[in-house]
């Protein structure tokens, strides 16, 4: 009910709209949008109420509801059900649970804070209440498990092109993180339920520091990562990032579906990747080892070279520059 007020209030911007109009048109009483419109306005929402001529927005506030993001989102599927909590341990969690219960392909949970954040390789993730972009996508792909890793480069490539829809040059850092002046903003973190041969869903976690101040970094972290407006000095919007980053995400991901590749997003980490050209360090198994950045293949692996020149391509892992 709240979300159809919006929309009423939102069609009729600037304009009053009486409380019985809005009645006439949900079909409930007057008393009952008095009460949301209350509700509405403790959630932030600015609504002029003049008796005798009804409400009129005046502002929304800065949260990431459907009903917000909406006016940036021009999908069929991806985004077209977001499930938006104040504060929750974890959206990837949430979106794990929620797929277990049967939710469908292309449900997004959001939160404005997450008090247990997932980062990678079990660390944490920051998620300060309404300064980042907390978001989980639930998919379910008929896809082989081994293609599962493609999906992390989709919505790599869709985090870049929304930021740069918005005049945001960032680099991307194979296989999972976004960069600005070569300090990390996002990072994803994709998860599985499957079988061997067979993928029940997968949730597409991101996760991007839009209005973070340097503050809420914990020290250790400050030197390598950092926000969207500690670098361009300027806050942004969540909600149009969010809408760009959901169109983007369902054109490429429908590519993969329709054509079985991911050329398109290639394209993008491959020409905004950080790493190629570079000699870059490699974890894997506990062990650390230098090698050249060569490329990235047709189906995102990378490619690296040793001192002897020798050719090997890795399927994931931890990278540093
Ligand atoms: C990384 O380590 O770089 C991956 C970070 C992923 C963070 C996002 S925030 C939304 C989603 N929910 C989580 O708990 N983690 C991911």
């Known amino acids: 009910m709240k979300e159809a007020i919006i929309r009423i209030l939102k069609e009729n911007e600037e304009e009053f709209i009486s409380g019985q109009e809005i009645s006439n048109k949900l079909n409930v009483s007057r008393t009952a949008i008095w009460k949301y419109i209350k509700l509405l306005k403790e959630e932030g929402y600015n609504i002029d109420s003049v008796s005798r001529k009804g409400y009129r927005l005046l502002s929304s506030p800065d949260i990431v509801t459907y009903e917000e993001i909406k006016p940036f989102l021009n ?3 991806i985004g077209k059900k977001i499930i938006h909590f104040d504060s929750i341990n974890s959206t990837n969690i949430k979106g794990k649970a929620l797929a277990d219960n049967g939710e469908e392909e292309g449900v997004v ?23 980042g972009i907390w978001m989980s996508i639930i998919l379910r792909p008929n896809i082989d498990p081994m293609d599962a890793t493609k999906i992390t480069q989709i919505a790599a490539a869709s985090v870049y092109t929304g930021l740069e829809e918005i005049g945001i040059e960032s680099h991307i850092k194979w296989p999972n993180d976004i960069v600005l002046n070569g300090k990390k903003i996002c990072g994803i973190l994709t998860e599985m339920s499957g079988e061997m041969i067979k993928i029940n869903y997968l949730v597409v976690g991101i996760g991007i520091n839009a209005n973070i101040d340097y503050n809420d970094f914990p020290k250790e972290v400050r030197e390598k990562a950092t926000s969207i407006k500690e670098e361009l000095g300027k806050e942004v919007s969540r909600k149009q990032i969010i809408g760009n980053i959901l169109n983007n995400f369902e054109k490429l991901y429908n590519e993969f579906l329709e054509k079985g590749n ?13 790493l190629i050209g570079k000699k870059i360090k ?27 020149g020798e050719i090997t391509k890795i399927i994931s892992g931890e990278v540093s520059v």
């Open 109 to 131: 949970v959001i939160a404005e804070e997450q008090t247990g954040g997932k980062g990678r390789l079990g660390r944490n993730w920051v998620s300060p209440k309404g300064k």
């Open 75 to 77: 999908t069929k599927n």
């Open 262 to 274: 991911i050329e398109s997003s290639i394209k993008i980490c491959r020409d905004r990747s950080i």
């Open 282 to 308: 490699i974890i894997s198994k506990g062990k650390e080892i230098e090698r050249l950045a060569v490329d990235i293949t047709d189906t995102g692996e990378l490619i690296v070279k040793d001192n002897l």
